[in-house]
C-alpha cells in the first residue's frame, strides 16, 4: 500500500514539475507551492521508497525556482524616519489621546 502510495506521489510530483515548466503560476501561488513541498519534503523524506523519486521531488523544486526567476521584480519603497520623528509621535499621541511607550518602556 505505501509503495503504490508513493508511486502515486512519485507521478504527482512529475506532473506538477511538467505544469511548472510549461506555465509558471503568479508569486503568492509559487510560495505556497515551495512551502508546501518542502513541508512534504520532510514528513516524508524518511520512507524506504523515497530514495526512488527524490529525483523527481528535486526537478520539481527547481521548476519552481526556475518559475520564480522569471518573475519580474518586485518595486521596493524605501521610507526614511528622520530623528525628530519621536517628538513628532509624542506630539500625535498626545493631541488624540493615546499612550505610547517609549523605548525606556515609560509612557508619555
Given amino acids: 500500500d505505501k509503495l503504490q502510495e508513493t508511486s502515486e506521489a512519485a507521478e504527482s510530483v512529475a506532473f506538477l514539475a511538467a505544469e511548472l515548466a510549461r ?3 503568479g508569486r503568492r501561488t509559487l510560495l505556497a507551492l515551495r512551502r508546501n513541498l518542502m513541508i512534504w519534503w520532510d514528513r516524508n523524506k524518511f520512507l524506504t521508497q523515497w530514495t526512488e523519486m527524490e529525483a523527481t521531488f528535486q526537478q520539481a523544486l527547481l521548476s519552481v525556482y526556475k518559475c520564480q526567476q522569471k518573475l519580474p521584480a518586485v518595486p ?22 493615546y499612550r505610547v511607550l ?3 518602556r515609560q509612557t508619555w
Avoid at 521596493?76 to 488624540?96: C, D, E, F, N
Fill in 23 to 25: 506555465k509558471c503560476p
Fill in 76 to 97: 521596493v519603497i524605501q521610507l526614511h524616519i528622520p530623528k525628530t520623528a519621536g517628538s513628532s509621535m509624542k506630539q500625535w499621541a498626545t493631541l488624540t489621546g
Fill in 102 to 104: 517609549d523605548q525606556n
